[in-house]
T-cell receptor, first 109, second 115 residues
Framework: GQQVQQSPASLVLQEGENAELQCNFSTSLNSMQWFYQRPGGSLVSLFYNPSGTKQSGRLTSTTVIKERRSSLHISSSQTTDSGTYLCARISGSFNKLTFGAGTRLAVCP | EAGVTQSPRYAVLQEGQAVSFWCDPISGHDTLYWYQQPRDQGPQLLVYFRDEAVIDNSQLPSDRFSAVRPKGTNSTLKIQSAKQGDTATYLC?????????????FGSGTRLTVL
């Protein structure tokens, strides 16, 4: 089955609204990471977050490793936030990444 | 500093044809990854190298896929006889020595369509 489950699968916001994206892991993990992918573009790492809370601008990531979950909060969304947000489980001695299917976010003006 | 460069940007094939994808990682990065990303799914690791050595290729369909990195710099991923199920974006990523996935850089990918 799916090792990494992301929710919601898609989300539409009005500019200025907040969003909460969830990532749940069915098996144990060393750490996790959040990525952003613009349509037709490459992936960019947002947060490497093994535990606790990390913030960068309007983005906040919170990971609770014991509960095998992580969230990404986007505050005061902007149209430029549109794209796909992917979370990944990091595991094994070679730090293998296992990705979820992503949350597709559209922010409308 | 140049990023991870991939070519071609797009490829369209008939089933049974062969195709090669090329990746030039960031200079000095010893670890190189190839991922396959089907539409509306997350990337799935195919193979990764440290320098010229294959570290993990357990997810690479070995009957039709091959990957090399002969000098520990550029890498080529080849599909011998493409199938419609190979339709996906193929992503290359690299990271510097001694660093984990927190310093992973991705290329823009090659979007493959197999008709």
């Amino acid at each position: 089955g799916q090792q990494v489950q992301q929710s919601p699968a898609s989300l539409v916001l009005q500019e200025g609204e907040n969003a909460e994206l969830q990532c749940n892991f069915s098996t144990s993990l060393n750490s996790m990471q959040w990525f952003y992918q613009r349509p037709g573009g490459s992936l960019v790492s947002l947060f490497y977050n093994p535990s606790g809370t990390k913030q960068s601008g309007r983005l906040t990531s919170t990971t609770v490793i014991k509960e095998r979950r992580s969230s990404l909060h986007i505050s005061s969304s902007q149209t430029t936030d549109s794209g796909t947000y992917l979370c990944a489980r990091i595991s094994g001695s070679f730090n293998k990444l296992t990705f979820g299917a992503g949350t597709r976010l559209a922010v409308c003006p | 500093e140049a990023g991870v460069t991939q070519s071609p940007r797009y490829a369209v094939l008939q089933e049974g044809q062969a195709v090669s994808f090329w990746c030039d990682p960031i200079s000095g990065h010893d670890t190189l990854y190839w991922y396959q990303q089907p539409r509306d799914q997350g990337p799935q690791l195919l193979v990764y190298f440290r320098d010229e050595a294959v570290i993990d290729n357990s997810q690479l369909p070995s009957d039709r896929f091959s990957a090399v990195r002969p000098k520990g710099t550029n890498s080529t991923l080849k599909i011998q006889s493409a199938k419609q199920g190979d339709t996906a974006t193929y992503l290359c990523a690299s990271s510097p020595p001694g660093q984990g996935t927190e310093t992973l850089y991705f290329g823009s990918g090659t979007r493959l369509t197999v008709l």
